[in-house]
């Protein structure tokens, strides 16, 4: 494997800290012997899509077994193509020469030059390029250890026996089509890891949601039982840097508990739920929230009381919202608070909406950032808000007794929509949603969600 021997020095990381090893290489026997895997047939797992949090988990698993060559293989797939911008280059070289161990890795590689060339654009970097030294073109601040990438889809996915969905929910369902053609042919059904956030809306026929681990599983045939969700209160940045962290991995028992204790290490806790629907929904909807959070922050200058203020609103709005979804959704705490708060306080989507209240990015700009990758809210504030604007839903509004469609108890949302989608507002339409005096006690809209008068199985396709 590319770098697995630069990436190892007795018990250190790539990055300097130190690993213990001591029941690592157990763990991976015990899970390659569930999978039945034979004696020189390595694991294969495959993160498809290298943007910051799917470059981290292929790093994360690269730095704890990578060192096993014989037992696991661990790839990247990213697309090829992709030209890194002169500015880009010069602050990877920035970044390069502050961190001694980085620099010294790069040459004993004899990849140094390509770099300096970079900088002084004499040569043009590419982002698959870089990920084979361990950059990740939307985290150049925090060096990975080296990947082994690939550019050809079929290559990378044919033969993997756990492949990892690393892309942005709105790429999740043609990438996955495409990977169907080349699993026609095979006989072991392999497992997917999810780590996409965001929904689509179908609104033809019965409206309803498709979330990341439906698209996979009607592009693939893969049963439901062998894709999971993973998620967590995380910043990638962060937990490859060994700042203590959890996550939950949600979907069917069979594979949730092993994949929990495979994928744990000593920084990054990784539990198991058996309740997918909400945790997906809830990775959704926090950078829908995330958002709105990043302009108040900015329109307020970091008040903490305005702040809470939205915080309140918002987590009243994910409840409603999942009890329209699911009978008795996993509650709004613990790990799934704490997700919802870091998603709110830092985060790609929460630096989205400050830069828009500051003015610094226009919406024109599109939501594919550069440096950032995807704005995964902005594509779900519109599935959210379609989708809750149907009629065929509605439910009674609690003050006017009447049935309204569910999106118009969700004040915050409906605004998020008019300045993102429709555009009919300034970002300082988010501080008069707050303000607007009619606005309910957001424990009058927990309370009526819990009542279960408002469940719709068919919002998930169900009868």
Known sequence: MVGSIENFHGSMYSNGSIQNFNGLEEKLDEFRHLLGKADGDPLRIVSVGAGAWGSVFAALLQDSYGQFREKVQIRIWRRPGRAVDRATAEHLFEVINSREDVLRRLIRRCAYLKYVEGRLGDRTLYADEILKDGFCLNMIDTPLCPLKVVTNLQEAVWDADIVVNGLPSTETREAFEEISQYWKERITVP???SLSKGIEAALEHVPHII??????????GVPIENILYLGGPNIASEIYNKEYANARICGAEKWRKPLAKFLRQPHFIVWDNSDLVTHEVMGGLKNVYAIGAGMVAALTNESATSKSVYFAHCTSEMIFITHLLAEEPEKLAGPLLADTYVTLLKGRNAWYGQMLAKGELSRDMGDSISGKGMIQGVSAVGAFYELLSQPSLSVLHPGEKKPVAPVEL?????????????????????????????????????????????????????P
């Open 191 to 193: 497992i997917i890891i």
């Open 211 to 220: 979330t990341p681990t439906q698209m996979i599983n009607r592009a693939t």
């Open 410 to 462: 969700c004040p915050i949302l409906k605004t998020l929509y008019k300045i993102l989608i429709s555009r009919e507002e300034s970002s300082q339409a988010i501080l008069q949603a707050l303000r607007d005096e009619t606005l309910n006690d957001p424990r009058e809209r927990i309370e009526i969600a819990q009542s279960h008068a408002f469940y719709r199985p068919s919002l998930l396709g169900q």
